[in-house]
């Protein structure tokens, strides 16, 4: 297979002020440096003495694997069923090692050790825009919830007027006392929020 290759900076040339130039095309493709050098670099940790030659012999390399890859899509080896197959076995061990590594495990023990350490407990009044003939009145319930407001900022008991004006139902029992959670809440410890939050509900 015939590709017109064109290398446009020599290797040895290859620098990181060169990272945005295009280092070489085949076809209607282009390759930038700044990836031929970031493929150069975490392939080639260990010190060398002769970067130039270092550089230009990965180079090669790099451009043999890019025309191979090419000429695969090209022969469409990539709708093959059987590498089909490989790729998504290969994906899958992947997926398995990554998720039974011990660290990363051990990370989110930690972290969801951590959480639970902080839990909030948050108890609402829910005030529902729809009226029960089915009519949606917002201004109905803005003025529910300022009257609300006023009554707390008074001093008035917020488990009381939860059980007493929540349109959930089921704050008659808990008072509008919600499941611990790990949200971040714009509100700290024992304040209000006035602002209402829209639910599906």
């Known amino acids: 297979m015939k590709k017109i290759l064109t290398v446009i900076i020599a290797a040895a040339g290859i620098t990181a002020t060169a990272a945005s130039q295009t280092l070489f095309t085949y ?41 191979k890859i090419q000429e695969a ?23 398995e090692n990554y998720l039974n590594d011990p660290t990363f495990s051990a990370r989110l023990v930690n972290e969801a050790f951590q959480r639970s350490q902080k839990d909030i407990h948050v108890s609402h009044i829910f005030i529902s825009f729809r009226r029960p003939d089915g009519i949606t009145d917002t201004l109905a319930a803005q003025q529910k919830r ?7 900022a008074k001093g008035e008991d917020f488990a009381a007027l939860a059980r007493q004006l929540s349109d959930d139902t089921s ?31």
């Not at 150069?40 to 970067?51: D, I, R, S, W």
């Open 73 to 95: 899509y090209e022969r469409r080896y990539d709708t093959l069923p059987s590498l089909i197959m490989e790729l998504s076995n290969l994906r899958t061990q992947i997926t």
């Open 171 to 201: 704050a008659r029992k808990n008072s509008g006392a919600r499941p611990p959670c790990h949200w971040q809440l714009a509100c700290g410890p024992g304040l209000l929020t006035s602002s209402p939050g829209n639910s599906i509900f």
């Open 146 to 152: 300022d009257d609300i407001l006023q009554r707390l």
């Open 27 to 67: 076809g209607k493709k282009a390759v930038d440096a700044k990836d031929f050098l970031k493929a150069y670099n975490k392939n080639n940790t260990a010190p060398v003495k002769n970067k130039a030659q270092s550089i230009q012999e990965y180079l090669d390399l790099y451009i043999k694997s890019r025309l």
